[in-house]
């Protein structure tokens, strides 16, 4: 569903606005056994496209937040090319979804957490500096204490699950 987040008085929403849209997606994809990451696609300060992990449920590798988010902005656009529009997401993309980024002409993205293992904007490696990539790519890194807080859960999950008895 494709929506803007209330904003409060009669202001127009801002990058706290919608980086809480990322992180609504992001409990989403908790509450579904998911890892927890949310994305929102932004188009002259609406949001166009959402989503959150989907891997498991759709069986589907692909199912990334980002890519999710950015499938749908494209089709509310009706074209790929997102160019003025920003990227919300509560985790640093990973290489695949960061090269979706720069192909789909996004140039400002926010980040709320850094990803230690595979995170390609700047963490363990930056696809946004490649030469190949003639697109000025804009990251901005915030709201690290609520994306790290939805991990946790998630792992604590995962935790109570591997140390639960089973039957006999």
């Avoid at 919608?18 to 509450?31: C, D, G, I, P, Y």
């Avoid at 290489?95 to 904007?121: D, K, N, W, Y």
């Avoid at 991990?151 to 006999?168: I, T, V």
Wanted: glycine share 4%; aromatic share 4%.
């Amino acid at each position: 569903m494709v929506s803007s987040p209330s904003p409060s008085h009669d202001s127009l929403p801002s990058a706290p606005d919608f980086m809480a849209e990322a992180l609504l997606e992001a409990r989403k994809a908790l509450a579904m056994g998911e890892i927890p990451v949310g994305c929102v696609v932004v188009h002259e300060g609406r949001i166009i496209g959402r989503g959150h992990n989907e891997k498991e449920r759709r069986l589907d590798p692909c199912a990334h937040a980002e890519v999710l988010a950015i499938q749908q902005a494209a089709q509310t656009l009706k074209n790929w090319r997102l160019t003025g529009c920003q990227l919300y997401v509560t985790l640093e993309p990973c290489p695949m979804c960061t090269s979706l980024i720069t192909q789909s002409r996004i140039r400002e993205v926010t980040v709320a957490l850094h990803e230690v293992q595979s995170g390609a904007m700047g963490t363990v490696l930056d696809l946004t500096r490649d030469p190949l990539n003639k697109i000025e790519l804009t990251v901005h890194w915030d709201y690290r204490k609520e994306a790290q807080e939805l991990l946790s859960a998630f792992f604590d999950q995962l935790k109570s699950k591997r140390e639960a008895p089973s039957c006999p």
